[in-house]
């Protein structure tokens, strides 16, 4: 909506329908890092890849590599090391970004909040009241994404947070906490 003028955005704000769908803060991390960090996703990842190895004085071993420049390809970056880089140096990727400095929700007054975790209730719920009962449940029938949605994958945590120290886990809660609070997630524990 940026190329609107501010009126337009404003009058859309108050009278259209809004929704957000938010995810655990710890899980979106997780998913950034597996995603942009350890799979290497898209090039942009070469830059916050090259900044972690700096932060951890990591320096590109051109042996390794006949390709120039692609050092940071082979080099491990492992969860705690993401994590702490991630809270010392405060990144604000968007990936990992706080969703009150993404999504507003303290500025927008969003006519439904739903979760991830519980999408296909919370997506009906919605449909429902914007289209009625039976187009809801249509519209999810014939969508099987909304359908079912994403449950934490424990064992994706458990291998993620079993290196991580009782002192990084706690940076990360913190790190996290403001969106934690804001949209009813807990902390998680060791």
Avoid at 14 to 30: A, E, G, L, N, W
Wanted: include cysteine.
């Amino acid at each position: 909506m940026e190329y609107l003028p501010l009126e337009d955005i404003i009058n859309r704000l108050q009278k259209y329908t809004s929704f957000v769908i938010v995810r655990h803060p710890i899980d979106r991390i997780i998913s950034a890092y597996k995603d942009k960090i350890q799979s290497r996703g898209p090039s942009r990842m070469r830059k916050i890849v090259k900044d972690i190895m700096e932060f951890y004085g990591i320096r590109e071993d051109r042996r390794l590599t006949n390709d120039a420049g692609t050092f940071w390809k082979y080099v491990e970056i492992t969860f705690p090391q993401f994590v702490s880089w991630m809270v010392r140096t405060k990144s604000n990727d968007t990936h990992w970004q706080s969703f009150r400095d993404l999504c507003f929700p303290c500025d927008i007054n969003f006519t439904y909040i739903g979760h991830l975790e519980t999408i296909d209730t919370d997506m009906f719920h919605i449909f429902n009241e914007l289209i009625g009962t039976e187009l809801a449940l249509e519209v999810l029938k014939n969508n099987p994404r909304l359908n079912g949605g994403s449950a934490r994958d424990v064992a994706s945590l458990a291998l993620h947070f079993k290196d991580l120290t009782l002192k990084q886990l706690r940076e990360l809660n913190a790190y996290a906490g403001d969106d934690m609070n804001m949209f009813g997630y807990s902390p998680l524990t060791l």
